[in-house]
Structure formats: C-alpha cells, structure tokens
C-alpha cells in the first residue's frame, strides 16, 4: 500500500468515528399544523427527536393509522450497529498499519456489504413499520400505506416525510467513497507496475 | 309638527353646533385620514405578528385583556381577580386560593391599570402588575406564560385605584386609597369625616415572584387619591400621587369636591421613608391582609397576614410634600426625563406641569404656602414649570414619544392634543369617538418610549360598530404618532371597559414564552406521569380519580363505585408534550365550572354527584380528529351501596 492509500484509509476510519458522535439520518415530517417541524435522528445506538419530544409525538400521531410505536430500546440493529462500526474502525486502523493492499480490499469489501445491508435493512425496517398496521386503528384509508422514504420527500397523508443522511451519515458514504478510492489507486497502481515488468 | 319632531330637531341643531364647535368630519375616510394609507398600516398579513402587545385591564371584567398593535387584534384574556369558568381559573383546587382575601373567597372585581415591570426606567418584559379597585390587591401576572402568580391584598385601604405603578427597577409598586376612610376602621359617624377619615399611600415589594408584600404604607390626609407615577433619573426616588376632594366632602361630591380651585399632587420621598423606618420612625399597625401565590407545584396558597409599617408624615420630615394643582387632578405623568411632572387637572383649563428641580429648589427654600397634618404644601408659582394653555376640556392622562411631545387626553371635548415639552405650546390635536379616559403609548410612562402609535380608550362607544343592544363594548383607537400630525389608523372593540394599558415591543416576550410544562417538572401531589399511573381511590367519602388525557383518551374513562354522598375529585393531568394541545374536562352535573388543562399540567375540580345513574364527560378543547370520541362514564350507585371501586379504559 502507498502511503497515499495509508492516509486516505486512516481518514476514513476518522470519519467513521464521527458516527458516534453525530446522527446518522434525519427523518422530518412537515404538516401545516407543525410549523415549528416534528423529526427524529437516527443515531448509532439509538433514535431520538430533533426537539426533546418529537419521537413521543411521532408515536402519538402514529397510533391513529394504527403504527407501530418507534421504541429504540426495542431495535436490535441498535444495538449491533456500534459493534459493526467499531469492527470497521479496527479492522482499517490495522490494514492501514499493516500496509496490505489485501487488508484494504478486505475492508473495503466488507464495508460495501454492510452498507448495502444496512439500507436494505432499514428500508425494510421503514417497509414493516409503514405496512404492518393494528387493524384497529382509527383511520384507516384503504390502500394507503405509511412507508416514509428512504431517500427522499413523500407525501403520507397530511405529511410530507423527509428522509436524508445527517452529519454521520454523509461521513459514512465519505469512509465508503474514500475505501473505493483507495482500492481503485492500489488496483491500478499494481496494474500498472506488473504491465512494466 | 309633532313633539318629538321638535325634539329630533333640537338634537339634530345640538349636534350640528358640537361639530361646528369641533370641527370634526364624521366620514370614516376623513377620521382615518385616508383608507388606504391607513389600512396599510394596521394590515398585519395571515401568518405575520404584530409590532407590540398591547395589555388593557379588563376594568369591571377584573381580567386583562392582549391585544396585538397595530391590529387590535385580541390574543388573550388572561383571568386575573374574576373566576373564569372558561378555563377553571378560581374555580379549581389548585387556583381558589389565588382569590383568597380577608374577607373570605372574593369571585371578582374591577381592575383598572396594568403596569409593566421595568429595569432602569424602562418596561424589560418580565412581568405585569394590575390593581383590583374594589377588594384592594395588587396581581403580578407572569409574562413567560400569561398566568397570574401571585396577588396580595393592601390593608387599611378603600378603592385601590393609584395603583401599580411602578419604580424604575420594580422596586416598588404603588397603592392608594381612592376612598379615605377611618384609619383603623370602627363604628363612627360618615358626617364626621374631616377629622377622622385618613388616606393611606402603601409601597408593596414587588421585585421577588412569590415574595410580594406590603413594605410600608404613610398616613396621610382624608383626601381621594387618584393616580401615581414615580420619578425618574433626577426624581428617582419619588413617587407623585394626584388628589382630588381635598374638601373633604363625603357625600354629592361631583359638587362638594370641585369647589377648591387646586387640589394637591402629593410628591412622596419613598428613598426617604426607607431611612425613617430604618431609623425606627415608623409604627406597627394591625391590618389583616391575604397573600396569595402559587408554590412550587403551581399550585396557589393562600398566607394569612396582619400588621403593615406606618409612617405618618409627621414623624419622618422631608417624606410627603404638596403640589398644589388644578384642579380634581387625574393623571399625574412624569416625563421621560424625570423633570417635568404633569397633572391633568380634570376641572381645570389649563394642563399644570410642575417642574422636578424646582421642587427641590422650593423645599431647600421653605417656599411653604401652609401645612396639613405635617405635610407642607409648596407655593404654586415656586413649583410650575408651565402652563399648556388650551388643552382641550377635561384634561385627563398624559403620555410621551420620546421626541420632546407630550399627548394628552382630553374626556369633555373628545379628543388627543399633542404639546410640545418646554415651550408648552398645543401643536397638533385629533378628535377622538368618543370622550377618551386614558391613553397608552408603548413605554410611554417609562425611560425611553416606543413613539409609534398611541392607543385611544374611549369611554363612550354610541355609534362606532354594528349596535348590539344597549350595552356595548368599549371602544380602542390607535392613532400614528410617527409623523408631526396624528393619524387615526383602526377602531376596535374590547373586552370589559379599559381604564388603562401597557404595550411594548413584542420581541422583548415572544421568544421566552412557554410551548407547555415538563411533565416531568409537574410538582403537584395529584399528578400521574403515564397512563400506568392512572386509578381512583376511596378515602371515607372522598374519591380521588387519578385521570390522564392524551389524544384522544381518558384513563381511566369508564369509572364505577362512586356512590351518592361522596365528594369526587378529578385530578386531569395532560400527558401531552407538545405546543398548543390543551385537554378539556367537563363532566355532567359539574355546578363549578369546567377544566382546560395544559400539556403537562394537573388541575383538579371537585364534583359531588346529586342524582343516581351514568353520566358522561367528555374533553371541551377540540384536540385532535378524535376529539369527539374523547368521552367517559362515570356510575353513580345510591348511598351505602355496595358496587366496588372499578376503573379503566379500553377494557
């Protein structure tokens, strides 16, 4: 591995640091009875308002179409998401300290699966929460489901849901985006290396 | 030609004369010097605020009243001395006590001047004061929520109408008797008043929520005391107090208290009464009075006081002075830079504006016309600064732009006539419908004054809206001061009649206000945090329900086991955490009033059942699309039966 390849894996682990820090995805509903907005972050470890309330209001709302209650102690990817970045952190620290471009594939590799997981699963998360509905729910418009986007603007109802990466989650694609730039510059640099010999 | 035609046409030759008289055009194009340039000014747009908030006392309603400028549009009642049945204020176990005074439990009374709370002259948005005239007490309504928080009675007083005007630092607000009386009181002849009535001019601290109190009062004599303003930069330290009926009459006053040709503004040293009671001077005197205010779970209790500091003027040289002044003087307004003091002699043709400085001048130089009860009166020639000549009939209540002009309210002649400070000198004036009491310009009493409009409260309405029988609202007008001439901008209606307001610049409150209350922070001991909590409990005959709202449910809201003979108490408290979802509690049979409860309050209201059966209650604040299922029963089972406590929702 270059030294290039070393720096550009090592910025990538530190912006995947910040995901502990700052909130990964920002989902915000907008109605003109919520002129002061309602939304929520998802963060690492947990999901939380944008004002100290909004997750219990959002609940609160959601009961009458017959959701889910958002309950983040309940979330196993809560849970495991930490872990999984934490992995990704060492695992690059260490491939970047070993200087194996195989360590680099590996990791890059790696991080694409679980960023591809990760967005099918919370796609399907939003999926079960906008369609798996109390039948008894007060207001039931037929044909209607409340799946908000997952990347995006939607009109649900009186809402429009607004679903984009926050802070840690852009940081997320610049780790993702920095890995592949990397393994692109090491492939080609091998390449390159092995035509002239 | 009949009688009455004769008749119609001596009014309808009166009337013209009143206008030739006046010069006033009656078309609305005219009065609003313009439609369209004046409505453009008051346009406020769908989803736009208002420059100011404007906060008229609701006078005979005993509330306050806010309305927004240059709209007129009204934002709030906030219920101040009245039970409000509206929302259970003075109704509800935890705000009764808010109504307590030495005579018992008082449901009303007349509320005449809201004062602003002020730091270095200036009103700074914490809080406002209003006085009751008739149960003398003085509110402090809180301005984070618009609430009254507290309310103390003012012993040894009769008709608290000079009142709360303020300190420049809130140090004080003041309090007067309008009606002197015997001081103590005691069984005594009315015809022997002279010797015997007293007036008592009372200093209440008014700087710490929960803290007001009565600080001292000075004895003074048996005259009626009107209005008040304290001084200001060079008069800091003073407070000027108008009288009228110095001729001590107690009975046909509109005839027996105008003979004296000048009355008196009594200027009062209270920098100067702090020392005498620190030297000792002044005297214990007995006095119940009731305090009320709201511990630290909201919740009003009531202290039970007697006894005040007495000074008399005697005791303590310097304290008290006399101006005279003509004549049955109203407002007494001290000018923005604390010189000038203006009194607006009601009887009288010219408007009196006695000079600070030379006040001082004349008590260094004994310039003492005579003495009453160890006051000396100041000689009129060593006090006056000027004369506004011509000042319209029946000056009243004058207040400042900051920019040198002086505007005062003219009740006989009907109108606003602008003067100039110093050169005294009439420079504009504008009729007004009809017959103006008071004015009010935002911080037009105070430092530094928002000269951009003045409001008109006029006593009489007649004509100005679509009649609604034959009582009507009182009638606002809000007039451009901004440029050399007065502009009539808007009419409005108001709620109650409006002796007086108070506005200021709205940013100065807007971004504090609270959205709702922590749930979390709900102190009171009948409070439930979640649904989980909810129950209701038998204790003898009282049954405490335990109820939550959220939208849009009761818990519990089917409820059996209360039994004729039982007291029930509701304790409704709104789990909501979110702005502008209040709950409703209204239940059938309820012979008080209903409940409006806030997002993360508890309020409770106490219901005896009187007949045996099911009865409903329901939410009375439309809350959510559910709104109309938000419903409950409740079982009521005869005296000594046996149906056991049982309660739920959802089951």
Known sequence: MTKQSRILLIIAVLALGTMYVFPIWKINLDAPQYPEGIGMYIRINTIHGIKPNDLDNINGLNHYIGMKRIEPDSITELKVMPWIIGFLMAFGLLAAWAGKPWMLYTWTAVFLIVAVVGLVDFYLWEYDYGHNLNPHAAIKVPGMSYQPPLLGSKQLLNFTAHSWPAFGGWMAFLALALGLTASYLEIKRRKNRISVV | ?651
């Open chain 2, 1 to 651: 030609m009949s009688k009455s035609h004769y008749k119609k046409l001596g009014y309808g030759l009166l009337l013209l004369l009143f206008l030739g008289v006046f010069g006033v055009s009656c078309t609305g194009t005219e009065q609003a010097g313009g439609r369209k340039d004046a409505a453009e000014k008051v346009y406020v747009a769908p989803g736009e605020y208002d420059e100011f908030y404007s906060f008229l006392s609701g006078g005979f309603s005993g509330q306050v009243t806010v309305h927004g400028l240059p709209s007129g549009r009204l934002l709030k009642t906030i219920p101040v001395f009245s039970q409000f049945p509206e929302n259970g204020w003075g109704y509800t176990e935890e705000t009764k006590a808010m109504l307590n005074t030495s005579w018992g439990f008082v449901p009303w009374d007349d509320a005449h001047h809201p004062e602003l709370s002020q730091t270095d002259g200036v009103p700074d948005g914490r809080w406002l004061f209003i006085n009751a005239n008739n149960t003398p007490r003085v509110a402090r309504i809180d301005l984070v929520n618009f609430e009254t928080d507290e309310i103390v009675e003012i012993p040894n007083s009769a008709g608290n109408h000079a009142s709360p005007f303020i300190t420049p630092n809130s140090e004080y607000i003041v309090a007067s008797t309008r009606f002197s009386v015997p001081i103590p009181q005691r069984d005594m002849s009315i015809s022997e008043y002279q010797d015997n009535f007293k007036g008592t001019i009372s200093f209440i601290k008014a700087d710490e929520p929960g803290k007001m109190d009565v600080a001292f009062q000075i004895l003074v004599p048996g005259y009626n005391y009107d209005l008040a303003h304290a001084g200001k930069g060079p008069s800091f330290g003073w407070a000027f107090f108008t009288s009228y009926n110095t001729e001590q009459a107690h009975s046909l006053l509109e005839v027996n208290a105008s003979q004296n040709d000048k009355d008196f503004v009594a200027a009062v040293h209270w920098k100067r009464a702090e020392e005498c009671i620190a030297e000792g001077k002044g005297k214990r005197m007995s006095g119940k009075y009731v305090h009320n205010y709201l511990n630290e779970a909201r919740i009003a209790v009531s202290e039970q006081k007697d006894g005040v500091t007495v000074l008399y003027p005697s005791d303590c040289e310097g304290l008290v002075y006399y101006l005279p002044t003509p004549k049955s003087p109203h407002g007494v307004d001290v000018d923005p830079s604390g010189e000038y003091i203006v009194a607006g002699g009601k009887l009288a043709t010219v408007i009196p504006v006695h000079s600070f400085s030379k006040m001082l001048k004349a008590i260094e130089d004994k310039a003492f016309e005579t003495e009453v009860d160890g006051i000396p009166v100041l000689k009129y020639d060593a006090v006056i600064a000027g004369e506004v000549e011509n000042p319209g009939l029946g000056p009243l209540h004058t207040e400042f732009d900051g920019k040198g002009y002086a505007y005062t309210t003219a009740f006989i002649s009907s109108e606003i006539v602008k003067w100039e400070l110093g050169t005294w000198q009439v420079v504009d004036r504008i009729p007004v419908y009809y017959s103006v009491g008071h004015l009010s310009i935002p911080g037009g009493d105070s430092r530094k004054p928002w000269g951009k409009y003045l409001l008109s409260l006029n006593k009489i309405t007649k004509d100005r809206y679509l009649p609604t029988g034959p009582e009507l609202a009182q009638s606002a007008q809000l007039i451009d001061i901004s440029g050399d001439k007065m502009k009539m901008l808007l009419d409005f209606p108001t709620m109650g009649e409006p002796h007086y307001g108070q506005a200021l610049p709205a940013s100065l409150i807007m971004d504090k206000q609270v959205k709702f209350y922590q749930l979390q922070e709900n102190e009171n001991p009948y409070a439930i945090r979640s649904e989980s909590e909810a129950r209701v409990e038998r204790d003898g005959n009282d049954v405490h329900v335990y109820m939550s709202t959220i939208r849009t449910h009761f818990t519990p809201d089917n409820i059996e086991g209360i039994k004729l003979g039982d007291t029930v108490y509701f304790h409704v408290t709104n789990l909501e955490q979110d702005w502008d979802v209040p709950h409703g509690f209204a239940v059938l049979g309820a012979r008080n009033a209903e409940l409006l409860i806030m997002p993360g309050e508890t309020r409770t209201l106490v219901w005896k059942p009187q007949r045996v059966g099911v009865y409903p209650f329901y939410c009375t604040d439309f809350c959510s699309a559910l709104h109309q299922e938000m419903q409950g029963y409740l079982r009521v089972s005869p005296r000594g039966s046996n149906v056991p406590i049982a309660f739920g929702t959802g089951e």
